[in-house]
């Protein structure tokens, strides 16, 4: 039996790959930086879309109240005013 060695494609494959340059770690470091802060940016935008869309859904409600409470406030004073003159 002899040993004959691969090919030449074959080598290459099975060669252990070289350490990746300051340059290649840096890029490495710079994407997985920027992919954590396009996941936090993410989280907060969603949580400030929902915020968001809760007040604009609320708005009439919060329109309505305010007007309610203008009107008893309005009144209150009118009262205020009719007990002062007693």
Excluded: V, W
């Amino acid at each position: 039996m002899s040993s004959q060695p691969p090919p030449p494609q074959q080598q290459q494959q099975q060669s252990p790959t070289s350490s990746p340059t300051p340059s290649q770690r840096t890029l490495e470091a710079k994407a997985a930086f920027t992919a954590s802060l396009r996941s936090a940016g993410a989280n907060y935008d969603a949580e400030l879309r929902e915020r968001a869309r809760t007040l604009h859904e609320n708005a009439a409600a919060l329109d309505k109240q305010e007007a309610e409470l203008r009107r008893t406030t309005a009144e209150l004073g009118r009262q205020n005013e009719q007990i002062g003159r007693s």
